[in-house]
């Protein structure tokens, strides 16, 4: 069984909160985002993510991506 909710001041707040009797034993796993968000969320927003995380690259890597990944000559 699936039920969503949304942590609201440190509470875990159901979307349908008699969905559960009191006292049930749960498990709790926080999505990455929230629902709404991933269903409008476009390629784009999901690499930004990893923007600006790799280190050790050429100065001109942007540039040049295709010569240092596929071996193509420099433009």
Same mark, same amino acid.
């Given at each position: 069984?699936?039920?969503?909710? @949304? !942590?609201?001041? #440190? /509470? !875990?707040?159901?979307?349908?909160? @008699? ?5 049930? /034993? !749960?498990? /709790? $796993?926080?999505?990455? $985002? &929230?629902?709404? $968000? +991933?269903?409008?969320? +476009? /390629? %784009?927003? &999901?690499?930004? @993510? %990893?923007? #600006? ?5 050429? &100065? ?11 071996? +193509?000559? @420099?433009?």
């Amino acid at each position: 069984m699936e039920i969503l909710g @949304k !942590v609201n001041g #440190g /509470v !875990v707040v159901l979307d349908d909160p @008699k969905a559960l009797p009191d006292g049930a /034993v !749960v498990r /709790v $796993e926080a999505l990455e $985002e &929230a629902q709404e $968000e +991933t269903e409008e969320a +476009t /390629v %784009w927003d &999901a690499l930004r @993510k %990893w923007g #600006g995380r790799a280190k050790g690259l050429p &100065a001109d890597f942007a540039e040049q991506h295709d010569h240092y990944l596929h071996g +193509t000559p @420099k433009r």
